[in-house]
């Protein structure tokens, strides 16, 4: 961090402490007990957040919070100013550095003053040859405009970041906040992948805490790899722009940076389902094939998605009458038989004359321009050459979603965004290429990060207010605060065993930041599957939020009936898993929508004091009471698992077993090891093809023998009439012996009710 000289003055003036220093200024935020904002101007005198609307902002600032604002001195005699409130108290010094306390008094985050000083360094001839031979060497990030370098302890635990590579703790190794397409096989070397969440949750002995640095321009991540006593985070340009985030423990940390940036709406419930896709579904007879294929073999299933051979020349909002026949014909087609149309849209726009897409964005401006803002910028995608529209204005928003609705009046039931990091195939988007924040001029070097979270915006905002129902946008590319928007994939994977067993940390990592709507392509996009890897695939995401296979054209279709009648048996066994479990990730939604918390959660966010989950990353949590321990590795048929302490019960026979130590689980390739906490209830439904074939009539409420208790909470599953209280939230209560007890928290007419409710002890 750079040194701004002596504090000059400081004046409070409501939440906001200004702090004048010799060579600079600093404003110091309380917006909650637990939330302090530091801001340091660098390029713009505002914050420009996309990731907290004022609607966010509204939010966070009607919780209220009391603190006391003073001065004072460090040991070493500088002069300091300390603000405070009831759980933190950040100190900010001579030079400007930041440190921050507890309630306790103790420092829980300090400003590294020293010297950065690499363990590892490049030479310049190093770096010549090795670029000479085709590596790629990074520029240094030690010089760059925006930089907190902060102190930590030599066993904490850092967690974070979305989607990026890596293990569940990511200390040790460093990444990169630019969105990437990148289709090749990652590893946990890369640094950027599709998203950028400059959000990090540090975990010691003591304290646990976040740090979100919101700042969309290419930013930089060492964490801890440079030098053990330091992490470091530096940008390009923009602001200095962190929120300290306190919380004592992972779940107030998480819950407190969803009450920031937002949390994940609550989706319709056929969205949760299971869905299958391929890039190369190149007819309507390949889509009414895989269709009818999953209804004659009993697998639940959703949606046969539509990838770009559904477009007429991969030109987006068009139909390709030759192979798919009218538009709107196959939709309904499907429809009577329980299938939703999802369809892909990319936001590349091909450059034709007479195309209405061009010829409308052309002639009102819509596109980014080129770095003399003199013509539209061109590159080129799927369509040839084509123009990118410029999302970050709401006139540009509003026209793409007018079309958007073209889709849904068609029939089309969700959107899926790709593509939109933005990918093109003529080298990357320079930086200097031009287009808007709104009104303001600005160049895709503050954009590029955000160009994903407007394209979501634009499509939600469109579908939400012209059909009234909750849509469901997928997209590749986002940034913090995307959650609002969209449900997220970690992008083109392969079919590899590594990249399973990756699947469990990605996934974690992204509930730990907001989104709780994530999956990957089960079987892997990219390269060919095997039958034991694809089976394994779909035990270990089987509790996905966001339940999808899907593959690339020029490897193997992964359609489960192709790789015999085991892997097909054990598809169905674990599809129908999850739609038998389909209330209860539901229930963990409407409780997201209150706490932030995700479905799908890593070990350590529910036992934070056992060190044996701090990176377990072979094993994860279903809101409280649900393990489950996938086998990610090729031919193994015994599973390691981790029970932490308390008693689990086998799902499968209702063994009762003692945790707080590992234990060895018989796993041949049709057993997924899952595990019930004791004291659970969990609701359960029957079979069924597709939500909404049939009226939910019965709930078995699936209890451990001790008994316990349970939230159960039921809307129409579609719409937005459950904010006007049209919904029923059920509380109940089994005993020991199993009888049940039932209190209704909240009725509505409008919502029908169960005819039956039994109890199923394990």
């Not at 068609?410 to 959107?415: D, L, R």
């Amino acid at each position: 961090m750079r040194d701004y000289g002596k504090i000059k003055n400081y004046k409070a003036e409501g939440r906001k402490i200004a702090v004048e220093f010799e060579k600079g200024r600093m404003e110091v935020t309380v917006l909650t007990d637990e939330i302090i904002n530091v801001f340091v101007p660098i390029w713009s005198d505002d914050h420009r957040s996309k990731a907290i609307e004022r609607d966010d902002l509204e939010r966070v600032l009607s919780k209220g919070c009391n603190f006391d604002t003073s001065e004072g001195s460090t040991k070493d005699g500088r002069r300091s100013i300390e603000i405070k409130t009831s759980c933190l108290k950040a100190v900010v010094k001579d030079g400007g550095s930041v440190d921050f306390y507890d309630a306790a008094g103790r420092l829980i985050s300090a400003q590294f003053e020293g010297e950065r000083v690499p363990i590892k360094t490049v030479g310049i001839w190093e770096k010549e040859l090795l670029e000479a031979e085709g590596h790629t060497v990074a520029d240094t990030v030690l010089d760059k405009p925006v930089s907190d370098v902060r102190c930590i302890g030599k066993n904490d635990s850092l967690y974070g970041l979305g989607d990026k590579m890596g293990l569940l703790d990511k200390r040790s190794y460093e990444y990169e906040n630019w969105n990437t397409d990148d289709p090749s096989a990652h590893n946990e070397q890369y640094r950027s992948l599709y998203k950028s969440i400059p959000f990090l949750i540090c975990k010691g002995k003591e304290y646990t805490y976040g740090l979100f640095y919101d700042n969309t321009f290419h930013g930089y991540f060492d964490l801890a790899k440079e030098n053990a006593e330091y992490i470091a985070y530096t940008a390009d340009d923009g602001n200095l722009d962190l929120y300290f985030i306190g919380g004592g423990n992972i779940k107030s940390v998480v819950g407190n940076y969803t009450l920031l940036t937002g949390v994940t709406p609550l989706p319709q419930l056929w969205t949760l389902g299971y869905h299958q896709c391929r890039w190369g579904y190149s007819s309507a007879k390949d889509i009414r094939e895989v269709a009818e294929k999953f209804r004659e073999l009993d697998i639940p299933c959703e949606s046969v998605q539509y990838d770009i051979d559904y477009m007429d020349g991969y030109r987006v909002f068009t139909w390709n009458e030759k192979d798919y026949g009218k538009p709107g014909e196959l939709f309904k087609e499907l429809k009577a038989k329980g299938f939703k149309p999802v369809v892909i849209i990319d936001p590349g726009t091909k450059r034709e004359e007479g195309y209405f897409m061009y010829e409308e964005g052309t002639k009102n401006g819509y596109f980014f321009r080129n770095a003399e803002d003199t013509e539209d910028y061109v590159n080129e995608v799927w369509p040839g050459e084509a123009n990118y529209p410029d999302f970050g204005r709401e006139e540009v928003r509003y026209w793409w979603g007018k079309h958007v609705n073209d889709l849904t009046d068609m029939g089309v039931a969700a959107i899926w965004n790709d593509m939109n990091e933005p990918a093109s195939f003529k080298g990357p988007l320079p930086e200097e290429v031009v287009g808007h924040d709104e009104d303001r001029k600005t160049t895709h070097r503050e954009l590029h990060n955000v160009y994903g979270h407007f394209m979501a915006k634009a499509t939600y905002e469109a579908m939400k207010e012209h059909t009234k129902k909750r849509p469901l946008v997928i997209t590749r590319a986002s940034y913090s605060g995307t959650q609002k928007y969209a449900a997220v994939w970690t992008g083109d994977n392969q079919s590899l065993w590594s990249h399973l067993a990756m699947m469990i940390p990605q996934l974690c990592t992204l509930g730990m930041c907001g989104y709780s709507i994530c999956g990957v392509d089960i079987g892997g996009f990219g390269a060919d599957t095997t039958p034991e890897l694809l089976a394994r695939w779909i035990e270990a995401a089987s509790f996905a939020t966001f339940f999808r296979n899907h593959s690339a054209n020029g490897s193997i279709r992964q359609e489960p009936w192709l790789f015999g009648d085991e892997v097909v048996d054990i598809y169905r066994k674990y599809v129908k898993l999850h739609y038998r479990f389909l209330p209860y990730i539901y229930d963990l939604m409407y409780e997201e929508q209150k706490t932030g918390l995700p479905v799908m959660r890593p070990l350590v966010m529910n036992y934070e004091d056992d060190e044996n989950t701090f990176n377990l990353n072979d094993e994860y949590m279903v809101g409280d009471s649900i393990l489950v321990a996938p086998v990610v590795a090729a031919g193994e048929r015994v599973k390691k698992v981790y029970l932490p302490k308390g008693d689990w019960y086998r799902l499968t026979d209702g063994e009762k077993i003692s945790g707080g130590r590992y234990i060895l689980e018989e796993a041949p390739l049709d057993y997924l090891p899952v595990f019930i906490k004791a004291g659970s209830v969990i609701p359960t439904y029957e079979d069924m093809a597709y939500v909404g074939e049939k009226e939910f009539k019965k709930l078995t409420l699936l209890a451990t023998p001790e008994g316990g208790k349970a939230t159960h909470y039921r809307d129409n599953g579609e719409d937005y009439s459950y904010l006007d209280g049209e919904y029923d939230l059920y509380e109940f209560e089994v005993s020991k012996e199993g009888k049940l007890k039932v209190n209704m928290a909240n009725s509505s007419e409008r919502i029908a009710k169960y005819e039956e409710i039994a109890v199923s002890i394990l």
